[in-house]
């Protein structure tokens, strides 16, 4: 599995092919509640986390970089959940990557590459990604992709070199897999509110209700 600049190039319909596969997405019934012990295992990239470690809620969302549903969360939930419960220390926040086709794959590899470990610069890079959704989710998305690269930092080599990295797809894939498997994510964004499911399109309202308890128990 290679994302490769000649893939990109020749056209983003094929982009939809199952590069990252699609035997992960299967019937089987999951609980809503997850463990804490699995849901928490660290991912193989490392996480990246917004908010106080020791925040009474911890919300971990599964997004895929080319899902719309992603994109209106991120652009009209996110910002007010940010306000409101992150940067006021009442949530702990972490997006994992769930990409559904090998675009999304390179959105993920672009945000991580850019940012390295820095949590503020991955996000903002994904808020870029998700605002500008429309502009680089296209038959050729390179150019698009290289103007928000260059954006964040990344030269024209820095960029290649960051979309042929086969050892960060593979990381990308392990964690795709260990949530479809060992959490039941089959689609996005899919959310994990102290351990409890919810998916599809979230409003702030509906984490609010999940949320409830645990800040009043705080």
Known sequence: MKVTRREFCEG???LTIALL???????????????DAELLKPDALGEMVLGAANAPVTIIE???????????FATT??????????DTGKVR???REFPLDPLAAAGFMLARCAAKDNADKYYAIIDTLFHQQATWVVQKPIPPLQAIGRQAGLSEQDFNACLANQSMLDKIEAMRKN?????GVNSTPTFFVNGEKITGDVSLADLEKKMEPYLKAG
């Open 77 to 86: 939930t996110m910002p007010e959940l940010k306000k409101r419960y992150i």
């Open 93 to 95: 926040y972490m997006l």
């Open 62 to 72: 599964y997004a895929s970089m080319t899902c719309s549903h992603c994109a209106h």
């Open 21 to 35: 596969g699609t035997s992960a997405f299967g019937a089987a019934a999951f609980a809503q509640k997850v463990s």
């Open 12 to 14: 983003g319909a094929a």
């Open 179 to 183: 949530a479809t498997d060992k959490l």
